[in-house]
């Protein structure tokens, strides 16, 4: 296993995890959740970080199983299994299938060898196009993250990009805007990346030829395929995260619980600091934030005011960004939030 050369993410590389190991973990993490939560109904899975599609399909029936011991999974819950080329055939897909999953994310990153090269990933195009198709045959929901402003990428480069993802069919897909962070391979590179206007230009042209509608800063899908695990975050929804370097945000008897990593290591959270998070995730969404009474008083209202042109208020009671908005949502966030 490796890391891609711009992933400053969680991870460890490798030769031979030890599944067994990392099976029970998780379950017992799933255990202390069950007995805190009171076996608490879940509508979404999402099995994320690192690739989780190299683990055998054992192991995910493992924590499966644990999971419906302790927790009630809803019949028709949404199960996110994230993964990269290279890493499933169809016999392994039916597996996974096989255990619950209905929804697999794709790591395509670019539909060029050359850049996939030099992104340091380990598949082709082929590959990427391949799982794509097989996973469409088989019945899944299927989504598949891009990379877009490379150093010499150009608008042009980025509308040829959303053609060839209309030309696959993908009824969601996640576009995201290359990043350079210092302790990765590319923050030791002296890379000539493109100017913030070029980044505009490029984010612009998405939303013109992507035939799918942006619903949130980096995410574009039809009405009904949205997906419903991230939605739920960006809406202020409770969740867990399980396992090393997991983030989660569970309430509890009234209080919201900062939990980072282990089951355990929880903080209760002020109702200002998480509704400033509600503002943060929610104004991310083209929905917006709903107008809670915590959110309503974590707000500058004159900020708000003065930044007609940038938000809007909807009938059904969300502050939403504009698209225009969304070009400079950190800046704006700051001006609004108390």
């Known amino acids: 296993m490796s890391k891609c050369n711009y992933c400053a993410f969680f991870s460890h590389a490798r030769p031979a995890p030890d599944w067994d190991a990392y099976a029970a973990g998780i379950c017992d993490e799933i255990k202390y959740w069950g007995a ?14 690192g690739t989780p599609s190299l683990m055998p399909t054992a192991t995910f029936g493992q924590i499966m ?19 990269n080329p290279g890493t499933l055939d169809t016999a392994r897909l039916g597996e996974f299938m096989a255990r619950g999953v209905n929804r697999l994310s794709v790591g395509v990153q670019s539909l060029n060898d050359d850049a996939l090269r030099f992104l340091g990933r380990r598949h082709t195009a082929a590959d990427a196009l391949a799982l794509i198709d097989a996973a469409h045959r088989m019945g899944l929901h299927v989504s598949a993250d891009f990379i877009y402003g490379l150093p010499h990428q150009t608008t042009a480069h980025v509308r040829d990009l ?36 070029e980044m505009a230009d490029m984010y612009a042209a998405i939303g013109e030829t992507l035939a799918l509608p942006r ?7 039809t009405a009904h395929t949205q997906c419903r695990h991230n939605a739920n975050i960006w809406a202020g929804g409770a969740y867990v995260g399980l396992g090393r370097g997991a983030a989660g945000r569970p309430l509890i008897d009234g209080v919201w619980y900062d939990q980072m990593g282990a089951a355990q290591r929880c903080t209760p959270m002020t109702s200002h600091d998480r509704a400033t998070e509600k503002i943060i995730t929610g104004m991310r969404t083209m929905r917006g934030v709903e107008l809670t009474d915590d959110v309503r008083a974590a707000l500058d209202w004159d900020a708000v005011a003065n930044c007609a042109g940038d938000v809007i208020q909807t009938p059904d009671g969300f502050l939403a960004p504009t698209e225009k908005a969304i070009l400079i949502l950190d800046n704006l966030l700051v001006k609004l939030i108390r």
């Open 215 to 221: 619903y949130e800063v980096s995410n574009y899908a």
């Open 162 to 197: 959303c053609r060839d993802i209309n030309a696959i069919g993908l009824r969601h897909c996640s576009m995201y805007e290359l990043t350079i962070e210092p302790d990765t391979p590319f923050g030791k590179m002296n890379l000539t990346m493109p100017s913030n206007e």
């Open 65 to 83: 199983d644990c999971m419906s011991r302790h927790f009630h999974i809803d019949s028709d819950a949404e199960i996110t299994l994230e993964s």
């Open 36 to 49: 805190r939560l009171g076996g608490t109904n879940v509508p979404t899975i999402f099995f994320g970080g």
